[in-house]
């Protein structure tokens, strides 16, 4: 009989119980395998009856193997093919086999070959590294093709000189110094052998740029020459040879003395073209434009020369080209020295006058010092006929004031009656007058026109000193001769006083007019004292004791005394009444003016002592008791007087 506990167990234990249990708690959506496989059951089993449900399995089974014997047959196919393919593989591997097996046949049979091939190979980069400094060497120490032939000379145009002449010869110079880098390394045989060969080239090389030059020299004749920039190039080679170059400048300097000397002469004779400028010697009357036309266009040459000489030399060192071109210079002028000179002299011996003598020797100092600043020299030809030259006319100027003077010395003029200056002494300083004025126009320096300036006054105005006091002599009265010569010394004083340089001459004349006139004011005093009668009273004061009995002396009686005191206030009524006719004639009125005032003081002077001697104690009363009264005191003569 069966338990409760044994009815309920069995339906757990039922198997269809558990795999219906199984199935319902398995998730299908989860599960691919199961998904895939009824997605491929699907497309076969489109009937769900019993049958096709019985016979399920075996419809699987069938297609099952349907598909493998489908797959079978296929891959009997690819094994077909993997087959041939394998037999292929195998052919080839015979075949490289073989050909391996050749191979190394060959290998054994070419290795000295090869061997040989690789030598040669290496003897070839060898060669051609050879081939490589072989041309390095060559390009540095041999010249090409193109540089022999530009040195040996081509001629092209009638001109064997191009520029590719002188780029040739600065490289054979190059390879001549490059070959002491030859000299110092392993290399003496080919560095004595290279610089032998280049040695040769230079020299002719030289030899005939020497040549070229003498005949480049040869066509500098014209007015103006161009000169080309293969004649610089070729003064630029040239230095390193100097004798050469030397010769070279020579010349030049030949061919550029004949052009100046033949432009000087048509300068002269022809003028320039189309007559302008006319020629110089149209103007051989006028002996300072003549000479300063010569002196310009000398001047304008010699620096036209200059200029083409720097120009010529612009590429060679300066050490070298300075002296070159002052040489050269000098040696071009030297040919107008002569004819120039000959000029010159010619036109000083015709005696043009000392104004213009010394405006011809102003005027070549002038050129001189121009000259050589442009020469940069001072020892030359043409320097030297400047020199000479102005020595001459110097020499002519000074002969010609010699001359001047002697004739004044010869003929002495008489002063006239107005006691002005001689003729001859206005003309002779008007002569002085003209030279000095000359003197600045021409450009001297300092201390020349100091040193003519003295020796110009030194040969005119101590002999016109000497005419002005012989004529003087001549006449009677001190007044007179004090009056003429101050006149004289005044005009002299005022031509000298707008120069300069003058201040030591003026101080001298001075000197010598205050002396006359001191001798002017003791005339005009002692003649004013002897018109008043006070003349003798006023020696006799000056010559005794100031303690003496005035009274006693003849001529000092209070009679005498008292009409020359009376005659002197008639003097101070009018002073001028008594001036010196003379002393009118004075040029200038301030010394006139100078000479009366000194006058006037002096006559205070001995009116004082005279007063004094007569109103001392020893005699005052005894000519007070004669009558004789001094009314006016010295102060009060001295104002009326207007001192």
């Not at 442009?374 to 030297?384: K, N, Q, V, W």
Request: one cysteine or more; proline letters at 4%; aromatic letters at 6%.
């Amino acid at each position: 009989m069966a338990t409760p506990g044994s009815q309920a167990n069995p339906p757990q234990s039922n198997p269809l119980t558990k795999k219906l249990n199984k199935v319902l708690s398995s998730r299908l959506d989860s599960d691919k395998e199961l998904l895939e496989a009824l997605q491929g059951l699907s497309a076969f089993f489109t009937e769900n009856s019993l049958r096709t449900r019985r016979n399920l399995r075996g419809d699987i089974e069938r297609r099952s193997l349907a598909i493998n014997e489908e797959f079978a047959a296929q891959f009997s196919e690819v094994k077909k093919q993997l087959d041939g393919i394998h037999d292929d593989v195998q052919a080839m591997s015979r075949c490289c086999a073989d050909m391996s097996q050749r191979l190394q046949s060959v290998k054994s049979h070419t290795s000295d070959l090869i061997s040989q091939t690789s030598k040669l190979r290496g003897e070839a980069s060898q060669l051609d590294l050879r081939s490589e400094v072989a041309g390095l060497f060559n390009s540095r120490f041999l010249l090409n093709g193109d540089e022999l032939r530009s040195l040996r000379g081509a001629k092209a145009a009638g001109n064997d000189i191009q520029h590719g002449f002188f780029t040739a010869l600065q490289r054979v110079k190059e390879i001549h110094g490059d070959c002491k880098s030859l000299l110092r390394i392993n290399h003496q045989t080919a560095g004595l052998e290279i610089m032998e060969s280049m040695a040769l080239q230079q020299e002719a090389a030289f030899e005939k740029l020497y040549r070229w030059s003498q005949s480049e020299s040869r066509s500098l004749t014209g007015d103006s020459p161009e000169v080309s920039s293969l004649f610089c190039l070729a003064a630029a080679a040239l230095q390193d040879r100097p004798v050469l170059f030397r010769y070279a400048m020579e010349e030049v300097a030949t061919s550029r003395r004949a052009a100046v000397v033949r432009c000087f002469i048509d300068a002269l004779t022809r003028g320039g073209a189309r007559g302008t400028p006319r020629p110089i010697e149209l103007h051989s009357h006028d002996p300072l434009r003549y000479v300063g036309d010569m002196l310009a266009w000398l001047h304008q040459a010699l620096a036209m020369e200059k200029e083409m000489l720097l120009v010529l030399l612009d590429k060679v060192d300066t050490s070298v080209s300075t002296g070159s071109v002052q040489l050269t210079l000098c040696h071009t002028a030297e040919g107008i020295c002569r004819p120039f000179k000959v000029r010159v002299e010619q036109v000083l011996v015709n005696q043009p006058g000392p104004v213009c003598a010394y405006q011809l020797a102003g005027l070549l100092y002038f050129y001189h010092s121009t000259i050589s600043s442009l020469l940069d020299t001072t020892s030359t030809a043409i320097l030297t006929t400047l020199v000479e030259l102005r020595q001459l006319a110097q020499k002519m100027f000074f002969n010609n004031l010699t001359i001047h003077a002697s004739k004044l010395l010869e003929k002495v003029e008489l002063p006239s009656s107005g006691l002005n200056p001689p003729v001859a002494l206005s003309e002779t300083l008007s002569l002085l007058k003209n030279i000095l004025l000359s003197q600045d126009v021409t450009v001297v320096p300092l201390e020349a026109r100091q040193e003519d300036f003295a020796k110009i006054l030194s040969c005119l105005l101590d002999p016109l000193l000497q005419v002005c006091s012989l004529s003087a002599s001549t006449l009677k009265k001190s007044a007179e001769m004090a009056v003429f010569l101050i006149n004289c010394i005044y005009q002299i004083e005022s031509t000298l006083a707008i120069f300069e340089f003058s201040d030591t001459r003026i101080e001298a004349l001075k000197g010598q007019t205050e002396a006359h006139m001191d001798t002017l004011v003791h005339e005009q005093m002692s003649s004013i004292l002897i018109s008043v009668g006070l003349a003798e009273i006023y020696n006799t004061v000056q010559q005794v004791a100031a303690d003496s009995q005035l009274h006693t002396i003849p001529g000092m009686e209070p009679s005498s005394i008292s009409s020359a005191l009376v005659k002197f206030d008639s003097f101070l009524s009018a002073p001028d009444s008594c001036i010196l006719p003379e002393i009118k004639l004075l040029y200038n009125s301030k010394t006139r003016e100078n000479v009366q005032n000194r006058a006037a003081k002096s006559i205070c002077q001995a009116y004082e002592s005279v007063h004094d001697a007569l109103a001392s104690p020893a005699v005052g009363d005894v000519y007070r008791q004669s009558g004789v009264l001094l009314t006016r005191t010295p102060q009060q003569i001295a104002a009326l007087l207007v001192l």
